[in-house]
Nanobody
Framework: QVQLVESGGGLVQPGGSLRLSCAAS????????MGWYRQAPGKERELVAR???????YYTDSVKGRFTISRDNAKNTVYLQMNSLQSGDTAVYYC???????????????WGQGTQVTVSS
């Protein structure tokens, strides 16, 4: 069984910073791409940032220059450093990972349970 557990969400004032973490555990053989998505009330889930096993990062336009995604392959962990936070960043943030397991073939996508980020004064 594979689990992704996020941490680091909370309440922050506009202009503030938060760092999200997501650790994958279980019978993992290898993790390809890891990413962060978010879903605001009444809106669809959207991609925020993704990072490949080689460290190539993609960001959605609204967070470029403010958010930084990184990963520690030895710890199966992905991070999202969020700076200059705005009210529009308020959402539940989910991590996901495309990974393979020791006891099965193929690459599958797993999701974390989500962590709330609220930007408000």
């Amino acid at each position: 069984q594979v689990q992704l557990v996020e941490s680091g969400g909370g309440l922050v004032q506009p202009g503030g910073s938060l760092r999200l973490s997501c650790a994958a555990s279980g019978s993992i053989f290898g993790i390809q791409t890891m990413g962060w998505y978010r879903q605001a009330p009444g809106k669809e889930r959207e991609l925020v940032a993704r990072i490949t096993i080689n460290g190539y990062a993609y960001y959605t336009d609204s967070v470029k220059g403010r958010f930084t995604i990184s990963r520690d392959n030895a710890k199966n962990t992905v991070y999202l450093q969020m700076n200059s936070l705005q009210s529009g960043d308020t959402a539940v943030y989910y991590c996901n990972a495309d990974l393979s397991q020791h006891d099965s073939s193929g690459i599958y996508t797993y999701w974390g349970q989500g962590t709330q980020v609220t930007v408000s004064s």
